[in-house]
């Protein structure tokens, strides 16, 4: 038996002959070539998963936990003679953390659909290696200008990994497993924040080898390394499904089918057409979830790229003791990230903990922006860490989730991060050097970010519901006989606006 009643059953012998016919008419990649999927029980279809995770999930999290490093590594760099070195004086600092994020933002989109023309395995360790010469180069600039040009580089060169990765994983696993999946790749970034603090107080020890202040060997030794891991992933990474020789033709059958049908009761819409980008750009739903996608992503950018600064401003603490104590929140926000991914995945909801993210926000903000102690004020840290970072999987999974059709998906989803993190260009500028220490209108704007999403989240679950409810209303009356249902070829081109699918809250 198929452990998912969501998916149309493999044990009607008849009924899968036919659905296969029908997909086999929208054959794409070689999918007609495969055996027919075969029955799997629970426990041999968590093995299928738990083989297919081992394969692309470790490669994945330490590409993007180098891609989190990369890009916020220059909040170390910054107590460790950056500032000074370059002359980085006035607003020079935040000017260099925006000029990242402007072509960041733009690339993304388009990104996503050369993945889907370029395969995978191409493409992401193609850009990691770019992105790591780039990052090797930025320690060896000695003005900034130069500082400034190497950062939009750097920005063009990462605006791939997320969202590709984002939509590659949304092409293998089914609704009920994506945010655990989701997670455990963004929990990356999590652990990058945890070691770039550490990674920062050891290089801190190089400061002045070879003529070279510790910033610049911050930049060269990590941007080494990411040099190294797009080249292993150039060996390791896979493309799609269909296409997988670690797993037998029986098993990428099964995959294939499992995805195809998760989504429709008729399979996905897969060939590429100019009304795919239309659909994504009237969608409703792309441009309500980028406002509660900003509500946690402009906070996550904020704390990121300035708790070095904001916990070295308490005034309390050297520059190395600083850097340490940017660890622990971190880690405290892998445990909470897990386990929201976790029951979120299990109870396939995911309001409920994006909704607990923002609180968590809500509340590490306020504390930061009233005058209060520092400990109460590192405390707020932890909660502003591990509110924007476990909430942001869910965000990204909700979106994917919910749109159906591959090239959809992957435009939406890239709309979503792409038009998103250009709350993250806001971030860089509002923590301002006159601002210091309680940076009141650093924490002021964030706090604005957070009330958008709180405002937004039950919008859309409210509209959800309603939608959902008269989908359900009107597929009864299909039962019964009173409407008329939707042929294959109507279904599969409606996509998740026909009267079966369901979206998920």
Known sequence: MTSSPSIPSLQNEKDSETRLEEANEYDFGGESQLPRPPILSE?????????????????????????????GNIGNAKLQGLETQLNLTGNRYNIVLTMYFIPYCIFECPANLVLKRFRPSLWLPGITVVWGIIMTLMGLVKTYPQLVGVRVCLGVAEAGLFP???????????????QSRIGLFFGAATIAGAFSGLFAFAISFM???????????????????????????????????????????????FVVWKKKFDNSSV?????FMVKHLYQAFTDWQIWIHILIYMSLIGPLYGITLFLPTIISDFGEFSTAVSQLLTVPPYIFATIVLGVFAYYSDK???????????????????????ADVSS????FGTFLIVAGSYSGFPGIVAWLGNNLSGQY????????????????????????????????????????MFVGIGLIFLPITVFVYTRINIKRAQFMDRVAQ???????????????DRAPDFQYIL
Request: a positive charge; charged letters at 20%; one cysteine or more.
């Open 375 to 378: 400990g109460a004020k590192y």
């Open 43 to 71: 426990e041999e279809e968590r093995k299928l998963w738990r083989k297919i995770d081992f394969r692309l999930m470790p490669i994945l999290c330490v590409m993007y936990l180098m891609s989190f490093m990369d890009r």
């Open 481 to 495: 006989g009173l409407e008329k249902k939707p042929s294959t070829k109507e279904l599969r081109e409606l996509g």
């Open 164 to 178: 590709g990765v984002a939509y590659y994983l949304s092409l293998w696993y089914p609704r009920n497993a994506l």
């Open 207 to 253: 400061s002045g080898t070879q003529g070279l202040l510790g910033w610049s060997w911050i930049f060269i030794i990590e941007g080494i390394l990411t040099v190294a891991v797009g080249l292993v992933a150039f060996l390791v990474l896979v493309d799609f499904p269909v296409t997988a020789k670690f797993l037998t033709p029986e098993e990428r059958a």
């Open 408 to 447: 959809k998906r992957g435009v939406g989803m890239a709309l979503q991060i792409g038009i998103g993190n250009f709350s993250g260009a806001i971030a860089s500028n509002i923590f301002r050097t006159q601002d210091k220490p309680r940076f009141i209108l650093g924490h002021g704007i964030e706090l």
């Open 267 to 271: 399979g996905e819409e897969e060939k």
């Open 347 to 369: 109870l396939m909801m995911r309001f409920p903990f994006i909704l607990a993210a923002q609180i968590m926000c809500l509340i590490g903000f306020s504390i930061n922006i």
